[in-house]
């Protein structure tokens, strides 16, 4: 096997594409496994094992825990992850093309649940899910040869195969070509998933799995690597300007097809649906559900590059957001302009603290929630959701937004502040003696907790007259029939 099997088709001298062939699964044999067998290095996400470095077939023995475990979902948000190797998305799994892979997957004692692996890499009935159905605190062990090159999604395919993937059972294998894959200077490895729980985004507590939303294709959250916030703030992912990342990105659905993009880069690089050709110079590439795409960047300006699901809503109502940090020197000539800020991440930007969400739905749990606390957490989430148009001091925007800073309007009923932050609010208002005459949106996407948080804190702030909001009053606020907006006065 040469070199020229992952280079692009050149055009023959009659201007027509020739197309390259590597034979596939039919050349994929390249004989008997040479020398010892060898244990594969699993990396949990976001790490990604070093190459193999054989120039040879080897006996490959992976062994691989599924290990059904509580985790956080989202900040104060727990939900009960079964998974490959402790981690959502499971660990990385890297061999060589005409490898011998002998699997061993262990199903640990505590769990609740059979399990079995279906690995896309596999040829064969399947992809080893009959040979892999395993009972809590047994092990099964079954060998593939590794036929295909490519990035291939493995998952776990016992029935309910659904509840199985939307509970966080799969990861990534890669069948590295022989010659191996080009050199770059980082690798990451990164996997959407959609995830359906009994609460709404950011419902404080444990979560359950939601079947009824699952079968409707309604997932509570999009995200990366198993966790809102697995990779931001401090997690983020790293490099340096002057490097050259590749990402292996996976998608383990079970629903949602996702169209990949990473705000302020365009792809050099695309092996579109993890295989052997590659794309130049892409925006957003399409990662099929039970599918996986590698992509590869020059990293130029430092700054804050924003992992999305371009299927917007996805990235900012339901997390599928990461960030890759680059740390460098300015280019000016090549981008001149400032740093990602808050306006466009609102509360995953470096530096947010939602530690006082998390203490205030923990206290609430508690039946202990005082109005400072509320404040606190209110204020965190004023800047994620408010701010964008009300502004950080409350002082609003000159003839656009009206001022929620000793606001006459809040003053003469500072009951409806829940009413107009889930019903949102339209027509003619003053404030202030001011005329605006605009269009709030309904922030309805908020908890019954967020709003009675971010409303304490409006009414405690810049001269407006105090008070407090519970959770109870925010759902009756939510529940109740909007007043026009003039009914204030
Ligand atoms: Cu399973």
């Not at 969400?357 to 929630?369: E, F, I, Q, S, Y």
Request: hydrophobic share 35%; aromatic share 8%.
């Amino acid at each position: 096997m040469s070199a020229c099997r992952i280079e692009q088709p050149t055009p023959a001298p009659n201007g027509a594409v020739q197309q390259t062939e590597t034979g596939g699964s039919a050349k994929g044999d390249f004989g008997p496994p040479v020398g010892e067998p060898v244990e594969a290095i699993l990396t949990s996400p976001p790490h990604v094992p070093p190459p193999t470095g054989r120039s040879h077939p080897a006996k490959v023995i992976v062994t691989l825990d599924v290990i059904e475990k509580e985790m956080p979902i989202s900040e104060g948000v727990t939900y009960t992850f079964w998974t490959f190797g402790g981690t959502v998305p499971g660990s990385f799994i890297r061999v060589r093309q005409g490898d011998t892979v002998e699997f061993h997957l262990r199903n640990m004692p505590d769990s609740k649940m059979p399990h079995n692996i279906d690995l896309h890499g596999v040829t064969g009935p399947g992809g080893g899910a009959a040979s892999s159905f395993t009972a809590p605190g047994h092990v099964s062990r079954f060998s593939f040869k590794a036929l295909n090159a490519g990035l291939f999604v493995y998952h776990c395919a016992t029935a309910p195969v659904g509840m199985h993937i939307a509970n966080g059972m799969y990861g990534l294998i890669l069948v590295e070509p022989p010659e191996g894959m080009p050199k770059v200077d980082r690798e990451f490895y990164v996997m959407q998933g959609d995830f359906y729980t009994s609460g709404k985004y950011r419902e404080k507590g444990h979560q359950n799995f939601d079947m009824e939303k699952a079968i409707d294709e309604h997932p509570t959250y999009v995200l990366f690597n198993g966790m809102e916030g697995a990779l931001t703030g401090d997690k983020a992912l790293t490099a340096k300007t002057g490097e050259k990342v590749r990402l292996y990105v996976g998608n383990g659905g079970p629903n949602l097809v996702s169209s990949f993009h990473v705000i302020g880069e365009i792809f050099d690089k695309v092996w579109y649906e993890g295989g052997t050709r590659f794309q130049e110079n892409v925006q957003t590439t399409l990662i099929p559900s039970g599918g996986a795409a590698m992509m590869e960047f020059h990293m130029e300006v430092p700054g804050s590059y924003v992992l999305v699901d371009h299927s917007i809503f996805r990235a900012f109502n339901k997390g599928a957001l990461a960030i890759l940090k680059a740390e460098g020197k300015e280019n000016k000539s090549i981008y001149s302009g400032k740093e990602v800020d808050a306006m466009y991440l609102g509360d995953q930007a470096a530096g947010t603290n939602r530690a006082p969400v998390a203490a205030a739905a923990a206290a609430h749990a508690a039946g202990t929630l005082t109005k400072d606390e509320q404040i606190a957490a209110g204020k965190v989430l004023f800047a994620g959701t408010c701010s964008t148009c009300h502004q950080p001091d409350g002082k609003g925007m000159e003839g656009v937004f009206p001022p929620l800073a000793a606001s006459s309007f809040i003053k003469a009923n500072p009951k409806r502040v829940p009413e107009i932050i889930t019903h949102g609010l339209v027509g003619p208002v003053t404030v202030n003696g001011k005329d605006y005459n605009s269009n709030m949106p309904p922030m309805s996407q908020l908890t019954d907790d967020e709003v009675a948080n971010i409303a304490t804190y409006v009414l405690n702030s810049w001269g407006n007259p105090g008070g407090q909001v519970s959770k109870a009053e925010a759902a009756a606020a939510r529940a109740a029939k909007p007043a026009n907006a003039s009914a204030g006065h």
